[in-house]
Structure formats: C-alpha cells, structure tokens
C-alpha cells in the first residue's frame, strides 16, 4: 500500500518569492511520484513526474521537485512564483509503478499567491 | 494532443435515481479510470479498466459500478444515487509509453 502526505493544505507567498510545496510518500515499491495542478473548474494537469533516472526533475512553468528518497520526499519548488500560480497542487504516487493500478493522490495544497 | 471528454460539467440528481457519468478518450488508451474529488481528501481512486470489458475496484467502489464496452468510452454508474455522492468526479486515461494520466474536466454531482 502506499500514501501520500502533503504538509499544509494552503500555502501562501508573495509574487516573486520562492514557493515550495511539500510532500511525503510511503511505497513497498520503488515509487513513480507526479506532481499535478488543477486550475479553478478545471481538471488535473500533469506538472512533472518522476520514474527512474536523475532525481531532480524539471516541469512546466518553471517548476521542479526533487526526489529524495532517504527522505521519502517530492517537495514542488518554483523559484519566482506568479500570480497565474494560484491553483491546486496534487502529489500523488503509483502503486505497481507507472500507474496501471490507479494513483494515490495527497489531500492537495491550495497554493495563494499574494500581490 | 490528448483529449478526455466527460458528458456534463454539471448535473443534478434526486435521492434514488440511476446516474450514468460517461467518459471518452481519443487517444486509443488501454487503462481508464474513475476518481472522486472532496474539499479536503484529494482524489480518491473508485474504479479502474485495463482494457474492454475489464474492471477493477478501487479504494472507494461500494455503490458504483462500471462499464467499458468500447475501448475509448468508460462509464461510471451510480444504481441508487445518495445524498453522500455529492461530489466532483474526475475521469482518466493513461498513456503506458509515458506513464501519464490525463484528466478530464469533471463533472460536479449534486445528488439532492
């Protein structure tokens, strides 16, 4: 079984300041992590996704999230948000890897963005 | 690009009726899958295909079934909707090359 927890489930920072959006995982298996953002009205979004190969793993809109795992972590940063950051964030992880048996969401970060 | 369909954005439905949320994909995707969206909770997985005519449960499937006849075309069926399936409902396909999900746009359900 695996889980998935996000830390704070609104997060606010300035336009311009660093945003980091933090989440753990539990796996029995050697975990594919995802990082998805939903807009208002819309559905999920993939941002970026980690499988195998280099930990560090760039998305779209200038975000990024690091693999760690002796952390059992996939924390989204971005180094300079914008106002068109503000939306839902989901981390979420496979179960027998790649997703064939579904996703595991976290409960989602609402990420505010303050002018 | 990959696109996901879902029938209604929005629907309304009385305690005790037959709802059916369809769902289509353009993208010849062998998994689907259905999941249910709650303020606070996340997504949670209720049903999922591997290909026509197989299904399998999720963390969530009591009072929904589903049917995929045709591979591009995944339905979920509530037999007697509640009042406690009021919610948003999102609909997936994978893309197995990539392992990536790709989401429709929901549909929000008010059971009343």
Redesign the interface.
Known sequence: AQSVTQLGSHVSVSEGALVLLRCNYSSSVPPYLFWYVQYPNQGLQLLLKYTTGATLVKGINGFEAEFKKSETSFHLTKPSAHMSDAAEYFCAVSGSGGGADGLTFGKGTHLIIQP | DVK?TQSSRYLVKRTGEKVFLECVQDMDHE?M?W?RQDP??????IY?S?DVKMK?K?DIPEGYSVSREKKERFSLILESASTNQTSMY?C?S?D?AT????????TRLTVL
Do not use: H, I, K, S
């Open positions: 996901v998994n899958f999941y606070g909770l996340g997504l949670r997985l999922f591997y399998e999720g999102l997936a994978r197995w392992d990536t999900q790709y989401f429709g746009p929901g």
